[in-house]
C-alpha cells in the first residue's frame, strides 16, 4: 500500500502562493518590458500570443487567457486534476499581471538584449513558478495530453511545439527575430534549471582507499560530516574495496582532501559538484530536528 502523503501546512502554502504570484509577475514583466516589443516569440502560449498580438492588435493578456482556459479545461477533463487549481490561478495571474503592466515603456529595443534579459526574466518566472509546484497551463498541459495518447515523450512533445511556434514567428516577422527568439528559448530553460536546483556550492567526494575504516574516523570526527560507505570492486584486481562517499560544502573541500592525504597518501579521491544537497547539515531540515540531533556529525 502506498503511503499517504502529509497535507501541505499553511505556511508551505502561503510559501507556494507568494512563488507563484512572483514568478507569474516575471513572466509578464519579460513579455512587456523585453519580447513582445521586439517580437521574440520564444515558444509556448506567450509566444503564440505574443504573434497574434502583431498580427491582431489584440492585447496579449486577452490572448493568453482565451487560449489558455480552454486549454486547462480540455487538460483537466483529460488528465484529471493532476492540472491543480495553482495551475489555474497562475494562468489567470499571468494575464492580469500583463494587463498591468502594459503600460511599462520597453527597456530595450536591441535584439539581442532582449532575448538574453527576456529569457532570464522568463527563465526566473518559470523556475519559481514551477518551485511553487504549479504551472501557468500552457504548452506544458497540451504536450502532457499528446504524450498521453501519442506515447511520444515530454520533452519531445514540448521540442515540437516550441518549434512550431518559433517557424510561425519567422514566418511572420523573419528569420532573423526567429533566431534571436532561440537564444531567449535557451537562456530561459537554462535559468529553470538554476533556479529549480539553485547554485551548486557543495562537493561531493568519493575516497577510495586501504585505510577507510581512519578515515571514516578522521571525517567524522576532524571534518564534522557523516560517511557513507559503499562496496566496490576493483575493475582489475576484481578484489572487494570499500568506498566511501561524502558531502561537504565548498569551503571544506580542501580541508577535506588534506586530511585524506594525511592519513593515506595513496588514497584515490574523486570530487564533483553536487548539484543539491538536502538533508542534515544541509538545507530543508526543520529546526527541532537540528536541536535534538545537534550533537551527531552532520550527515552527507
Known amino acids: 500500500m502506498m503511503a499517504k502523503l502529509k497535507k501541505d501546512s499553511t505556511r508551505e502554502i502561503i510559501r507556494d502562493y507568494a512563488l507563484l504570484t512572483v514568478g507569474c509577475l516575471f513572466l509578464a514583466l519579460a513579455l512587456n518590458w523585453f519580447l513582445v516589443p521586439n517580437k521574440l516569440a520564444s515558444g509556448g ?4 500570443a505574443n504573434i ?6 489584440i492585447s496579449v493578456g486577452i490572448i ?26 497562475g494562468l489567470i495571474l499571468v494575464s492580469v499581471f500583463i494587463f498591468a503592466t502594459e503600460w511599462i515603456a520597453p527597456i530595450t529595443d536591441n535584439l539581442l538584449l532582449a532575448a538574453l534579459y527576456g529569457g532570464l526574466l522568463i527563465g526566473t518566472g518559470l523556475g ?8 501557468t497551463g500552457g504548452t506544458d498541459l497540451i504536450a502532457q495530453v499528446v504524450n498521453k495518447f501519442t506515447g511520444l515523450s515530454l520533452g519531445i512533445c514540448m521540442l515540437f511545439i516550441d518549434g512550431l511556434v518559433i517557424l ?4 511572420v516577422f523573419g528569420a532573423e527575430f526567429a533566431l534571436m527568439a532561440l537564444i531567449a528559448l535557451y537562456v530561459t530553460s537554462k535559468t529553470i534549471d538554476l533556479i529549480q536546483e539553485g547554485f551548486s556550492f557543495e562537493k561531493m567526494v568519493f575516497i577510495i582507499s586501504d585505510k577507510s575504516d581512519e578515515l571514516q574516523e578522521a571525517i567524522l570526527t576532524d571534518i564534522n560530516r557523516g560517511v557513507t560507505k559503499l562496496q566496490a570492486q576493483g575493475g ?19 580541508a577535506l582532501k588534506h586530511l585524506v592525504k594525511h592519513v593515506d597518501e595513496n588514497a584515490f579521491i574523486i570530487v564533483g559538484n553536487a548539484q543539491e544537497v538536502v538533508g542534515r547539515g544541509f538545507r530543508g531540515v526543520s529546526k527541532d530536528y537540528k536541536a535534538n540531533n545537534s550533537e551527531h556529525p552532520q550527515q552527507s
Open 128 to 135: 519559481l513558478v514551477f518551485r511553487a509546484r504549479a504551472s
Open 168 to 171: 510561425t514567428a519567422a514566418i
Open 45 to 48: 502560449i506567450s509566444g503564440i
Open 64 to 89: 493568453f487567457l482565451v487560449i489558455n482556459v480552454p486549454v486547462f479545461i480540455i487538460g483537466t477533463m483529460i488528465l484529471g486534476s493532476k492540472t491543480g487549481v495553482k495551475s489555474f490561478v
Open 52 to 57: 497574434l498580438f502583431h498580427v491582431t492588435g
Open 236 to 254: 582489475f584486481t576484481g578484489q572487494d574495496k570499500p568506498m566511501l562517499m561524502c558531502v561537504v560544502e565548498q569551503k571544506e573541500i580542501t
